[in-house]
């Protein structure tokens, strides 16, 4: 599909499978057809059109230089990226989509700080080549939505370097997705470990709630192989009147990946809001910049191994009960 993650120009959503899309016979702008016939002529009329210019895709990704972002092509036109619309050479970011068009050169930085990390010997990720190849270093002078990128250093404590160019992302493009392989593979226990304990408790519960089925069924199955050893042979076990509880735990197990899936794509946009949260709160109560209020930040951010230990221990003892009680009962 050729206009894959593109928008409608008038309607704002984006061009998915098996939609009717028309494009502009003049300046070649796809369009839903509905949106065209509501409109009566092509949205980018006045962008395009007037000036003789024609639709760009995206898509054909035009190339970007490593240290001076989007160039203008041979006709002097800078055309973005992300949207395939016509900016201005002196627009930093697409007046369209806020895609950022510059990237800061050695020269127009020159002097300034670097954020530096104010807690020595704790390790980083390493930042993919695309978001580097977008944003490059993140300075003790950048704003990330209004906030200071400095302060988000002080609240996220360890891979701050990767957090600081996702957190810039979507400041940027706020349907932008960066998916988290940690929050996939340990779900709960990830949101535990960096201190979101709302989101973290709701994931427990629904984790405890769509796992008791299945441990009851182990429960049942490891008293018959203590009777018969063999059975972990044959795997011939008796379930007798908790057939349904099978069928209701393959179900449930299907629903976990897919709730996995969901905290890989939305973990860092939760973590995003909250580290934002948590600045705006301390900023209320202390003066920005000093350095109590960075103790503050400090104190209050970073992660928290212990609780996401404690949580697990728990888990595993509050499951084993709640089998042996239903087991017990049925």
């Known amino acids: 599909m050729n206009y894959k993650g593109i928008s409608c120009p008038v309607c704002g959503q984006e061009f998915h499978e098996g939609d009717d899309v028309v494009v502009c016979p003049e300046c070649g702008a796809p369009h839903h057809r509905a949106c065209y016939k509501q409109v009566g002529h092509c949205a980018m009329k006045q962008e395009l059109h007037e000036k003789g210019l024609t639709w760009q895709n995206p898509n054909e990704k035009p190339p970007v230089p490593e240290k001076d972002g989007v160039q203008p092509d041979e006709n002097g036109n800078i055309i973005c990226p992300n949207c395939g619309l016509f900016c201005k050479e002196t627009d930093a970011v697409c007046p369209y989509c806020q895609f950022p068009l510059k990237k800061p050169s050695a020269v127009q930085r020159q002097g300034q700080p670097l954020v530096e990390n104010p807690f020595e010997g704790e390790p980083t990720t390493p930042v993919s080549d695309e978001i580097e190849d977008i944003f490059g270093a993140i300075y003790e002078e950048d704003q990330i939505s ?33 998916f988290n392989w940690s929050a996939f593979f340990l779900n709960f226990l990830y949101f535990f470990y960096r201190k979101m304990y709302k989101i973290g408790a709701i994931l427990l519960t629904f984790y405890i709630l769509t796992n008791i089925p299945s441990f009851i069924l182990s429960y049942r199955m490891v008293q018959q192989a203590i009777e018969d050893p063999l059975l972990l042979y044959s795997l011939n076990f008796n379930l007798g009147n908790l057939q349904w509880l099978s069928t209701l735990s393959r179900v449930l197990s299907y629903v976990r990946i897919g709730v996995s899936i969901y905290c890989g794509f939305t973990a860092n946009h939760y973590y995003y809001d909250h580290c934002r949260q948590m600045i705006q709160k301390h900023q209320k109560t202390q003066t920005g910049g000093s350095s109590a209020y960075y103790q503050s930040l400090s104190t209050a951010g970073g992660t928290n191994l212990a609780s996401a230990l404690i949580v697990l221990v728990a888990l595993v003892f509050a499951v084993a009960v709640f089998s042996f009680i239903a087991a017990a009962m049925l």
């Open 146 to 178: 209004g906030i200071p990128a400095k302060d988000f250093v002080y609240i996220i404590h360890k891979n701050y370097t990767y957090f600081l160019r996702v957190f810039k992302i979507y400041s940027q493009r706020a349907k932008a997705k960066v």
